[in-house]
């Protein structure tokens, strides 16, 4: 049986709004977590950026959207997962922003550092988990 990309993606990616400035950009992307931030209107995808994307000389105030693009970053949610997986893993992309025709941004495609699987909603989860543990002791800890 093929797993599809839908079967295959986080449900609830972090977005930033569309009208996010470089600097805004910048700061999501100083997360090691974050490797592709999706620009949305809504619940519509107008653009992807990566740190690369952003040039040093881009000013802060200006508009992130500026600089992405949704070319080779967008798959269907109803795509074979598999051949996907061996193309990122090919490419060395590890993210893709899961869409419709209309492009409504569905979820996010997430290769594991490992390139053996997909990211889930679980491993998000307590990953997010974690980082508030981790948060608190170290609060605890100065207080």
């Known amino acids: 049986m093929t797993t599809l990309v839908r079967d295959q993606m986080?449900?609830?990616?972090?977005?930033?709004p569309a009208r996010a400035s470089v600097e805004e950009a910048r700061s999501a992307l100083a997360d090691s977590h974050?490797?592709?931030?999706l620009l949305t209107e809504g619940r519509t995808l107008r653009g992807t950026l990566t740190r690369t994307?952003?040039?040093a000389t881009a000013a802060g105030d200006s508009p992130a959207l500026t600089w992405s693009?949704?070319?080779g970053r967008t798959t269907a949610p109803d795509v074979p997962a598999d051949p996907l997986r061996d193309a990122l893993v090919?490419?060395?992309l590890r993210r893709l922003a899961v869409v419709d025709?209309?492009?409504?941004l569905l979820g996010l495609l997430c290769l594991k550092r490992s390139g053996a699987g997909f990211c889930s909603d679980a491993d998000v989860a307590s990953r997010a988990l974690a980082a508030?543990?981790?948060?608190r002791g170290a609060r605890?800890?100065?207080?």
């Open 69 to 71: 693009t949704l070319v």
């Open 34 to 37: 974050v490797h592709l931030l």
């Open 140 to 143: 605890c800890r100065t207080a």
């Open 101 to 104: 025709a209309e492009l409504t």
């Open 10 to 16: 986080i449900t609830s990616p972090k977005t930033l």
């Open 90 to 92: 090919h490419t060395g």
């Open 132 to 135: 508030d543990q981790l948060s």
């Open 53 to 55: 994307d952003l040039p």
